[in-house]
C-alpha cells in the first residue's frame, strides 16, 4: 500500500486501535476466553505485516523440534488460499493438495519440514480436526498466530524485523491502515520470547524504547544464510560460488525484495533485469509470458527466484521448459541456539 493512500485511509487507524485495545482487555481479563489444547501449543507469529520472516522461523522452530524427537505439525491459516475452512495438507509423508488449495507459505512449510501440516481461519477448530487426523500429533506449531488469542498456546514467539525496529518512520509504527502495526507495540508484553530477525544485515544493539515492552533475556537476533542455489525442474543442489558472475533474471513476489537482492548482489550475483511482483504472487501465464519476454530481451543467463515463489512457478514448467530456471535456498539461524533451545523445552514438555 502506497504511504498516500495509508495517510487518506488514515481515519480508520483510530477505529483499528479502539477494537484491537476493547478486544485484547477482553481477553487479558478473561471474558474472551483461550481454549486450551490437549497437546502443547507454540505459535510463532509478527507485530507488523509482510515481510517479518515468520515462515523460515517456523521452518526454524520445526526442524529444532523434530531433531529433539518431538512428533509436532503446522496448522496455519493458508494466507490467499483458493479454499476455506480445515484441510489436511500433509501427512508428513505425503502432500495431498496444491500451492492454490494450501497457500504457498503452508505448502513450502511442508516441503521443506516433512511434518504433518494443516489449515484452518480457526485456530481451535483447526487444531482439533488436526489432532483427529494425525493421532501421533504430540506439539502443534502455529504460523502467524501472534493475534489469534482464541487458542491457548505454551509458548508465545514474536518475531521482530530488525530494519523495522530501527526505522525512523514514524508512520510504520502506526497501526494499520496508516502504519505497518497490527497491534500496539505494547502488546510485546504478550510474547514468551522475541526474536528480531536482522535477515542479511549487521546487528543493531536493542534500542532503549524496548526495555518497557519486554526483558531482554528473553530478546535473541536471527538471521539468514544463503546455503545454496537449486533447479527449480531437477532439484538438483548448486553452490552459490557456481553462480559467481552470472548475469540473471530476478524474478519475486515476496513483501520486502531488497532483502532478496541484497545477498545476490552480496555473493556476486548481478541481476541483469528485474521482474518485482506483489507479495503472495499467484502467478498466471500473462506473469510467465512477461518473464519470458524479459528473460530473452535481457539476454539473461538464467531466471533466479525466491524459495516461496519457485513453488508457485513449478506448476508452468512446460511454459518455462526452454528456460533455466533456480531458487535461493536460505537458512534462517538463531545466535546462541542453546539459550534458545532450553527455554523452549522448559515450557514444552513431553
Known amino acids: 500500500m502506497s504511504k498516500l493512500l495509508r495517510i487518506i485511509l488514515s481515519p480508520f487507524t483510530l477505529i483499528y486501535y479502539l477494537v484491537i485495545k476493547t478486544r485484547n482487555i477482553l481477553f487479558d481479563k478473561n471474558i474472551f476466553k483461550s481454549k486450551k489444547c490437549s497437546i502443547p501449543v507454540i505459535s510463532v507469529g509478527s507485530m507488523a505485516v509482510g515481510g517479518s520472516g515468520k515462515t523460515p522461523a517456523t521452518i526454524y522452530f520445526a526442524k529444532l523440534l523434530k531433531k529433539n524427537g518431538y512428533d509436532l505439525g503446522i496448522l496455519s491459516r493458508g494466507y490467499r488460499r483458493t479454499t476455506k475452512g480445515y484441510l489436511l ?21 511442508s516441503e521443506e519440514c516433512k511434518v504433518p501440516t494443516a489449515v484452518c481461519e480457526k485456530r481451535v477448530e483447526g487444531a482439533e480436526k488436526f489432532i483427529s487426523d494425525i493421532s ?54 504478550r510474547a514468551d520470547l522475541i526474536i ?3 535477515k542479511f544485515s549487521e546487528k543493531k544493539n536493542i534500542p532503549d524504547w524496548f526495555d518497557k515492552y519486554r526483558n531482554k533475556d528473553k530478546v535473541f537476533y ?44 552480496d555473493n556476486k550475483i548481478t541481476p541483469i533485469d528485474k521482474v518485482i511482483l506483489e507479495d503472495h504472487k499467484n502467478y498466471t501465464l500473462s506473469d510467465i509470458n512477461l518473464i519470458r519476454s524479459k528473460f ?12 516461496k515463489d519457485a513453488v508457485k512457478l513449478t506448476k508452468f514448467k512446460k511454459e518455462l521448459d526452454d528456460i533455466e530456471i533456480y531458487y535461493l535456498m536460505m537458512e534462517f539461524k538463531i545466535e546462541d541456539e542453546k539459550k534458545l533451545s532450553k527455554l523452549i523445552f522448559e515450557k514444552i514438555k513431553f
Open 296 to 307: 530473452y530481451k535481457s539476454n539473461a543467463y538464467s531466471v533466479l527466484t525466491t524459495h
Open 89 to 109: 495438507i500433509s501427512d508428513g509423508k505425503k502432500i495431498f493438495r496444491s500451492v492454490a488449495e494450501s497457500g504457498d507459505e503452508i505448502f513450502l512449510i
Open 222 to 265: 536471527g538471521f539468514y544464510e544463503a546455503i545454496g542455489i537449486s533447479d527449480l525442474k531437477d532439484k538438483k543442489f548448486f553452490k552459490l560460488k557456481d553462480f559467481l558472475g552470472q548475469k540473471s533474471l530476478v524474478v519475486c513476489g515476496i513483501a520486502r525484495p531488497q532483502s532478496f537482492l541484497k545477498i545476490l548482489y
Open 196 to 198: 528480531i530477525n536482522r
Open 136 to 189: 501421533s500429533l504430540k506439539t502443534i506449531l502455529l504460523d502467524d498466530a501472534f493475534q489469534h488469542r482464541w487458542i491457548q498456546r505454551d509458548l508465545n514467539v514474536l518475531i521482530i524485523d530488525q530494519d523495522f525496529m530501527f526505522s525512523n518512520s514514524k508512520i510504520d509504527k502506526c497501526l494499520i491502515p496508516l502504519g505497518m502495526l497490527r497491534e500496539p507495540l505494547s502488546e510485546i508484553k
